[in-house]
């Protein structure tokens, strides 16, 4: 029995149910960033709170393995170090929900910043889908549309 569960978290199920965990999150995002719901599960701690768990399990598992987690510091090393380290599923789950967990803050931000501002929910459509895929870049066109409704240019709060 126990054999059974621990098959459900091996490295590619949880891949599996992170892609599929998040959509969620980011449909409320998009279609219904004002609701209650929206603000309560997606603009808070919890789905950080929860990917932060998922990540220290497979820490723990990691490292019940024997896992070498100094070979994370050779990515600086160059390009083909990083390829290298890329070539192992483990530091990819890893670099995985690394990327959900920031891409879900700013999506997430971007939501209440332009709710602050008062920034229809169609010009932040476009931001938040392009921040699902490429963050930075999706962060860069909200920040143009949010110069228009602050009528600032702010480079920092």
Same mark, same amino acid.
């Given at each position: ?15 599996? /149910?992170?892609?599929?965990?998040? #959509?969620?999150?980011?449909?409320? #995002? ?19 709170? #929860? ?91 909200? /920040? ?14």
């Amino acid at each position: 029995m126990i054999e059974e569960i621990y098959t459900y978290f091996s490295i590619e199920m949880i891949y599996l /149910w992170l892609n599929l965990g998040v #959509l969620p999150l980011w449909i409320m #995002l998009l279609f219904f960033p004002n609701s209650k719901i929206s603000q309560v599960i997606v603009a808070s701690i919890f789905p950080l709170f #929860l990917l932060s768990l998922i990540y220290s399990y497979l820490i723990f598992e990691l490292i019940k393995i024997g896992f070498n987690f100094f070979d994370i510091f050779n990515l600086y090393l160059g390009l083909d170090e990083l390829r290298s380290l890329f070539g192992k599923k483990e530091y990819i789950i890893l670099f995985w929900i690394h990327f959900l967990a920031i891409n879900l803050f700013c999506g997430a931000w971007i939501s209440k910043d332009s709710q602050r501002y008062l920034i229809p929910k169609f010009l932040t459509f476009i931001p938040l889908i392009v921040t699902y895929f490429i963050g930075p870049i999706g962060i860069l066109i909200y /920040w143009f549309i949010r110069i228009f409704f602050s009528k600032k240019i702010a480079l920092y709060e």
